[in-house]
Each structure stands twice: as C-alpha cells, then as structure tokens.
C-alpha cells in the first residue's frame, strides 16, 4: 500500500458493485445519492437478483437511477412508483422489484400509493431517499423539511402554523398491518453506512422471502440547496435530522401473514 | 374458459360491459386493475370473478391515478393489461396515460362515459371524444380511439384494441358511454386471431442474457426529445394512413349523410331507416376509429351529397374533426343532444326537415 510501490495487492478488499455501472454521476459534491446507489448495487450483488430484478425510478435528483444501476429501470411518474411497482410485481411475482424515491416523491406527492402499496402487503422493496428539499427543481419545502429550516418557499423558514410539521414515513408506513419492514438510517459516517447497509438487506430478505412490503429511509444531504460545505451537511444529518427523525428499525416482521 | 365465456360460444344475451371482459379475456388479458365508478362496475366485478381462475390479477387501486401506473408498470413487463372506468376516472388517468404515450406502452383503456363536467351525472353522454381523440394529457400525442355501438362490437373492438395498442406501442381507448355498456343484446363469442400478437422485446423481464432496458418518458440529452416527438409523430401518421375504420349504411343514393358514432349511430340506424321507408335518401357513415378520424371518407361524402348531419350525445365535438375534413361547411348540420341519448323520432324529425329544406 505504500507509495513507493513496494506492496504488492494480492487481495482487492473493496470493488465496485457488479451492478454499479462505471460512469461519473450527476450528483453534486457531498450528495449521498452515490452512497446509496452503492449499498443497492452491493445488496443487488449480494442477493444475486441483478438479472432478476427491475427498478423504478422516480421524479427528481433520483431519475437517472437507469444510468447507474446496472438493471431493467422502468421510470414512473412523479410519486407514482410504488403504483408502477405493483403493476411490475403483479405482472411478474417471480422478479426482484424495488423502487428509489426522494421526499417529495414518496412523503407529498406519493403518499396515497406508497401507503396503499405498503397497506396492501405489495411483495416489494421501497428506497427512500430523505434530504428534506426538493433538490432537483432548486431547494424547495419538502414535506420532511425541519421546522425553521429556510427553503426557496420559506424564506423564512418553516413555520408548522402555515407549513405543518415534518412528516416521519418510516413511522407512519411501520404503523400498516401489510408492511413487513420499515426502518430509517443514514450514511454519514463508516459506522452508519454499515448499518444501512445492513438494513437494505433486511429489506431485500423480505422481498426474497415473500414477507410484503419493506421501506428503508436514508436520511440523506443535500449541500447545494441546503447552501453548506459537504462536512457541515454531514453534521446537520448527524445532528437535527437524526434528533427530529430518529434512527432505528420501526417494523420487522419475523414471519408472513399468509405462512 | 370461463363460464360466460363457454356459454358464449352460442348466441346468448349479454351485457355490453360484460362483452369487453370477454374480449379482453380471449384476447389474452390477464391483468386488470381499476377503482368503482358507475356506469362501468359490470367490468371489475366480473374481472375480480373469473381473472383470479385463470392465473391472472384482479386487483382494486386506491384510486384512478394509482391504476394507470399500475397499468403501466404490468404493460412495461410486457403483458396485456386492461382497465375500465369512466368520466372523472379517466380524467384522474390522464397523468399516466400521457406517460405511457411516451414512454410507447400499449394498453387498452376503457372509457363507458357518463355525463359531465366534473361530477355531472350518470347518464350516458359522449362528452368525452375531445378527451379521447385529442390525446387528454400534456405534452402531444394521440390515443387510438375505437368506438363500438353494439355489444358484439364491445366484444370485436376490444379484441382489436390490444392488438392495435401492441403493434404501435401506445394506449388504446374503448370509448363506450352508460347505453353501450348496460344494454343486452344477442351476442355470439367469434374466436381470437392469436396470430396478431406482437413480440415485445422491449419488455422489463430482468437483463438475463441481454444489456439492461429502460422504459421512459424522459429525453434530456441535445434534441433528444424533439427527435422523439418526431419519432412519435410519424407513428401517429402511420397509424391514421393503416387503420381508420368506419361503417357505410345506407349510403347509396343518399342526399343526406348522418355521421355519428356509438349509441348516436345505433339510434340514428333505426330513423334511417324509418327515413328510407317514407322515400328519404338518407344513409350513415359510422366512425368506428375515432382517432384516426375518418376524413377522406368524409371528404368524399360531403361531396356527393347535399347535407352531412353529425349527431352526437354532447353539444358539438365530432363536428369540429367533420368540419375539418371537408372545406364544405356549408353542408354540415348537427344535431345534439348532451347527456342524454336521441330518440329515433327526434332523428326522424330533423332528417325530414333538411329533406324537406332541400325541396
């Protein structure tokens, strides 16, 4: 390892994921898209599925999910993708299908579908990307944007009189007989990486063992919009956002409905 | 085969709206998702009865925006799909439908329209051709538009809207209203041509074996979406230049020309007739696509006789595609009756008066 050139690898101890296509991303300086992408990519790896499974993009910084995971991607439209993964599950129940979505894809326009998806029990795994913006249209109010936090729609900040409170999904979607796992990490640090790396494969488990519905939420940056260096982003994370949303596992079913 | 469906094999009275699940059924769809909506329940109920059976979904959406997305997530797995709805449900469809006009996903959308705007009524109306014909979402593009007035033709049409939608990879509409759909007529189960199915090799199945495929609407490299539209465009002409379907009754000899569609062409059929009893020259020309339009055959008819009378269940819509046929506006007359279905003696009356208006 060292410089000179004297060590020798014998071993890789780290490769990009099979299912990781190898090309730049779009994504912005200390986004965590990329690291996402990465633990899907290494559990789609992990779990063999990649010839398997089908994504669905959604609306926002994460529609170009196609370019990177190297999987058939149908892209749904904004908030709709549990809906469209219903109707790719239905079609072909053998295949591995999961969704990406941000906050405000799945927590304000997609409630309604990922509620009844999870509601439903749908045999599918759910990514949920919570940066609490809109980061694609330029940093507007999320639904999971912090009381205070200023957007470009609260320049002020967001006040819960006129805006409401943040909303907790992993909670919420716990709260529903058909979902089967739901649980909220982050990627902020080596540690928490990790966990959610693990996490995803418990929601994979789910899929693969037919136990219905799993969602993991990232708590996740976005520095550009939320006008921080990288590092301050990885402490907003590890500071307010994990106190108002806090980590943990929400839900895990230990057997299925129908056994 | 389902029982209906065995029963069908002789003539038997059927349900309109029970004639399209037959059509569906025997043209290989096995997937049906769709929310309640009068006038068109027939549909799911029957669906959710015989689908389960033969190894197919049924499932009921938390609504028309989550079914359509459902209906595109099961079409871009490559299977034939179907929902069912009307007025505000289709309206709540647009979103998706546009999506799937894009992203070049077939499926059969069945449209047994009520009154409206908004809420409207229950009662059958044809106020819906400018939504169907026109595309009804944003962004440009056509649905292909088929329009039965019998329910045999629920059944035929319905056959021949999947493979339509296969072939040019774009949703296809049946569009129906409460008459066409509640109504029972004799009607006889004539086999499917399973040879008109189309390959899809652009279905999601996982990449075994292949490069992975997406399925989109979203074009943002260079001028990637106006080749796109283009490309989309000329499969839209296409379409218009193969597959404008209409139906001449009574036209020899005629003065005067009805063109109608659905349950207007089905009442104006009897007056016609009555018409041609008291020495009348009338005849119709039908529109069975409504997207493509037929416009040569109405371009030639306006030509040979003396009064076009387009009668539609809405206060003026088809007229507009008629008068856009022919430059002989003059000609053209319309009769209109919204939410609500013209009587034959109406129809009757009006013919007699332009007969007698051209001496």
Not at chain 2, 144 to 172: C, G, K, N, W
Request: neutral net charge; hydrophobic residues 40%.
């Amino acid at each position: 390892m060292s410089i000179e050139g004297k060590t020798e690898f014998t071993k890789p101890v780290y490769t990009r994921p099979r299912s990781l296509v190898d090309v730049k991303t779009h994504f912005c300086p200390g986004c965590h898209h990329g690291t996402i992408h990465k633990i899907v990519a290494e559990c789609i790896d992990r779990y063999g599925v990649r010839e398997n499974s089908i994504g669905v993009a959604c609306v926002g910084c994460a529609v170009f999910l196609y370019d990177y995971i190297d999987v058939d991607v149908v892209e749904a439209p904004h908030g709709r993708a549990p809906a469209v993964a219903t109707g790719v599950k239905r079609a072909q129940p053998d295949k591995f299908v999961f969704t990406y979505q941000g906050d405000g894809d799945l927590a304000a326009i997609g409630t309604s579908e990922v509620i009844h998806a999870a509601n439903r029990g749908e045999n599918l795994t759910v990514v949920f990307v919570n940066n609490t913006t809109y980061g694609m249209t330029g940093g507007q109010m999320a639904p999971t944007t912090l009381l205070g936090q200023k957007t470009s729609t609260t320049p002020y900040g967001r006040d819960f009189r006129s805006d409401g409170y943040p909303i907790k999904m992993a909670e919420l979607l716990a709260g529903l007989d058909g979902t089967a796992y739901s649980a909220r990490v982050a990627v902020s640090t080596p540690a928490q990486i990790r966990k959610a790396k693990a996490a995803v494969r418990k929601a994979f488990e789910m899929q693969i063992n037919g136990m219905g519905f799993s969602i993991v939420e990232f708590l996740s940056t976005c520095p550009t919009n939320w006008g921080m260096k990288p590092l301050d982003a990885q402490g907003r994370v590890l500071g307010e956002m994990s106190e108002y949303f806090p980590l943990g596992v929400y839900k895990e079913r230990k057997q299925a409905d129908f056994a | 085969m389902s029982s209906l469906a065995a029963e069908a094999s002789k003539k038997i009275l059927l349900k309109g709206n029970e004639a399209i699940c037959l059509g569906a059924i025997a043209a290989g769809c096995r997937h049906y998702y769709g929310y309640p909506i009068t006038p068109q329940n027939d549909i799911p109920e029957y669906m959710a009865a015989h689908l389960p059976a033969l190894g197919g979904t049924f499932l009921q959406a938390e609504s028309e925006v989550a079914t359509i997305n459902m209906i595109l997530g099961t079409s871009a797995s490559g299977k034939r799909v179907m929902t069912s709805s009307s007025g505000p449900g289709i309206s709540l469809m647009q979103e998706g439908l546009s999506y799937m006009a894009g992203s070049e996903l077939p499926a059969v959308i069945v449209n047994i329209s009520r009154s409206g705007p908004g809420l409207g009524g229950i009662a059958p109306s044809q106020g819906d051709y400018f939504q169907a014909v026109k595309g009804g979402g944003h962004g440009g593009y056509r649905l292909i538009v088929l329009a039965p007035h019998s329910v045999q033709e629920m059944y035929t049409l319905t056959m021949l809207a999947f493979d339509l939608a296969d072939r040019y990879r774009t949703p296809a509409v049946i569009l129906g209203d409460a008459i066409v759909g509640q109504m029972k007529e004799p009607f006889e189960a004539t086999p499917y041509d399973s040879a008109a199915t189309a390959e899809k090799p652009w279905a999601l199945t996982g990449c075994a074996g292949r490069e992975r495929l997406h399925v989109k609407s979203l074009h943002l490299k260079d001028n990637a979406i106006e080749v796109h539209n283009w490309k989309l465009h000329g499969k839209f002409e296409r379409i218009r230049k193969t597959e404008t379907r209409a139906e001449s009754f009574l036209l020899d000899g005629a003065k005067i020309a009805v063109v109608a569609f659905g349950t207007a062409a089905r009442v104006s059929k009897t007056a016609i007739q009555w018409a041609r009893k008291e020495g009348i020259p009338v005849g119709m020309l039908r529109p069975i696509t409504l997207f493509p339009f037929p416009e040569r055959e109405v371009f030639d008819l306006a030509k040979t006789v003396d009064v076009v009378l387009v009668i539609e269940m809405n206060t003026g819509q088809m007229v507009e595609d008629v008068r856009q046929s022919t430059p002989l506006h003059d000609r053209i007359a319309f009769l209109g009756k919204p939410c609500a279905m013209p009587t034959p003696e109406e129809i009757l009356d009006r013919i007699r008066a332009l007969a007698g208006r051209k001496g």
